[in-house]
């Protein structure tokens, strides 16, 4: 077998990486922290805390809904989300006053701790992370491509470090990092040593990175992933001139959902927004794999029968990557311990991107040196040759 | 001198993209519209609408859409069954606009918005159509001109 010609195989190392190291670095600080941001929430804001002294059970959706309109007579609701389990459920409204609300109402005690008007910590990391608040035109953003393009270029630097760091499964068995040998060493030993530990971790954010890529361009190219939900009949007309109350309840329509489904806990539900709009009823059940969102399911609220339904068993292959990508990319498979361990392979490469900068430039400096003293001793002999002659 | 700057910190410039998430955070706290439009009154109904661009329509699964802001008269808006947005030379009847899932107003009491069905290109001949029928059964019909700053 051929050897691979390293010197092509390290440029390219270099190429891949080097050009873009502060973006990608930026990228990959801001996605560690969006990894943990549910958490860091639940630390820095008391309001965001479901604490539940009592052991209460959680209310059902619709009773929080409730609240939020009990407290705020003249708001509409738009939807409700529920996070982990330590996290208040989020009641989306708009009011007289509030063009767009969220109240954090924690689902034991039905206690509305805060009324938020704007961004939340979660949705400004994952914007930041995700597309660097770059604004969105409709069903593309610059900033979307641009943070899917890192995919790449990690791909890159992962198959281009392989090939040029000979023998690098030695680092699994006998871990290598000198910290008496000089700054270069240490750096290029952790850069080394960080780059083969957390290879199955690059090798997942490049996937998942390359699905989001494939994602925006079907996005851009207007392809549907997931079908539209369609809409339902009107109901009749009235003789008072006002809307006749639904047949169907959102807890009745939560019912539906859990009979056809018994595992089934919602995530994500919104309200009808017009009079041929359904429930939308989003939720998980007992897919490790899958997203929060995995089930998806709309109900008539003149019927109570379910229009559109999406969950694991009826799901094409791209639509299960489209929900298996998220709990891998951003480490919520396993709950908090994932998370955990996602938050540290985070900053491992956070920090091969400057180690690996810091390698370079140091490789810099020495080539600098060597021209410096080659440029004296040239000068130094010709001053010779001057003497002599 | 300049080339030497660019040669030493060549790997460097791309962080300079990182200003921008800055400019666009400041520019989403602070967004700018286009003006609304004039206030029309139909039946028991006023309503101004503004468009959230001035951008040519979109395709949103397959069809051409624009998207507007409607504000409405409080006292009047739940009484509403079913309004309809479109633009071009006619509004297009109600039975058309139950072919498609755009073009219907939604949102809550307090700003309605539309996916308004709409023409590849938008041209001076277009109108904006709003169509709205009451819990009674009764439609009421309004529609504004384009203004030139959209038009093409």
């Known amino acids: 077998m051929a050897k691979p010609n390293y010197k092509l195989w390290f440029k390219l190392h270099g190429y891949c990486s080097l050009p873009i190291w502060i973006i990608f670095c930026f990228v990959c600080i801001t996605g560690t922290i969006a990894v943990v941001s549910h958490e860091l929430t639940w630390l820095t804001n008391p309001n965001s805390r479901a604490s539940n002294p009592e052991q209460l059970s959680a209310k059902p959706t619709a009773e929080l809904v409730q609240i939020v309109e009990s407290a705020y007579p003249t708001a509409d609701i738009n939807s409700v989300l529920a996070f982990e389990s330590y996290l208040v459920n989020a009641v989306i409204f708009t009011d007289k006053d509030h063009p767009f609300a969220i109240a954090y109402v924690n689902q034991y005690t039905g206690e509305i701790q805060e009324v938020n008007n704007g961004i939340t910590f979660i949705n400004f990391m994952r914007s930041l992370h995700s597309w660097l608040l770059f604004p969105w035109h409709v069903n593309f953003s610059v900033g979307y491509y641009l943070v899917c393009f890192m995919a790449l270029v990690m791909m890159g630097a992962l198959v281009t470090g392989l090939v040029i760091y000979k023998k690098f499964w030695r680092s699994f068995l006998t871990p290598t990092l000198r910290f008496h040998q000089g700054k270069k060493t240490f750096i290029t030993d952790l850069h080394k040593l960080s780059g083969v530990w957390s290879l199955w971790f690059l090798l997942l954010m490049s996937l998942t990175g390359l699905w989001y890529l494939v994602q925006a361009i079907y996005w851009h190219m207007d392809i549907e992933i997931e079908p539209e939900v369609p809409s339902v009949a009107i109901a009749k007309v009235t003789e008072n001139n006002q809307a006749p109350a639904p047949e169907v309840t959102l807890q009745q329509a939560i019912d539906i959902v859990k009979q056809k489904h018994a595992s089934f806990e919602p995530t994500y539900v919104m309200l009808p927004e017009h009079h041929r709009d359904s429930y939308k009823i989003m939720g998980r059940g007992d897919h490790v794999f899958y997203d929060e969102y995995a089930y998806s399911l709309a109900v008539d609220p003149g019927t109570g029968e379910v229009v559109h339904e999406l969950t694991p068993e009826n799901m094409n292959t791209l639509q299960t990557i489209a929900h298996i990508a998220d709990p891998i990319h951003f480490g919520y498979i396993g709950g908090l311990w994932t998370k955990i361990l996602w938050f540290f392979c985070g900053i491992l490469i956070s920090g091969m991107s400057i180690t690996g900068f810091l390698i370079w430039n140091s490789r810099q400096k020495k080539v600098a040196q060597r021209v410096k003293t080659q440029i004296n001793d040239e000068d130094t002999n010709l001053e010779g040759l001057n003497h002599v002659s | ?152």
Not at chain 2, 28 to 36: I, N
Not at chain 2, 48 to 56: E, V
Not at chain 2, 79 to 97: K, W
Not at chain 2, 100 to 116: D, P, Q, Y
């Open chain 2, 1 to 152: 001198m300049l080339a030497n700057f660019i040669t030493k910190h060549k790997f460097n410039l791309s962080g300079l993209v990182l200003i921008l998430p800055f400019v666009f955070f400041y520019q989403s706290l602070t967004p700018e519209f286009p003006p609304m439009w004039d206030k029309r009154v139909l039946g028991p109904f006023e309503v101004t609408i503004m468009p959230y661009n001035l951008d040519q329509p979109y395709s949103h699964h397959g069809v051409n859409v624009k998207d507007f802001m409607l504000f409405f008269n409080q006292d009047q808006v739940q009484t509403i069954r079913q309004a309809y947005v479109n633009i071009g030379s006619s509004a297009l009847p109600v039975s058309e606009f139950h072919k498609f899932h755009e073009g219907i107003l939604h949102g809550s009491r307090h700003g309605k918005e539309v996916h308004a069905l709409a023409p590849e290109v938008i041209t001076k001949q277009d109108q904006l159509w709003l169509t709205i029928e009451n819990w009674q059964g009764e439609t009421f019909l309004t529609s504004w001109p384009i203004p030139d700053s959209i038009t093409q």
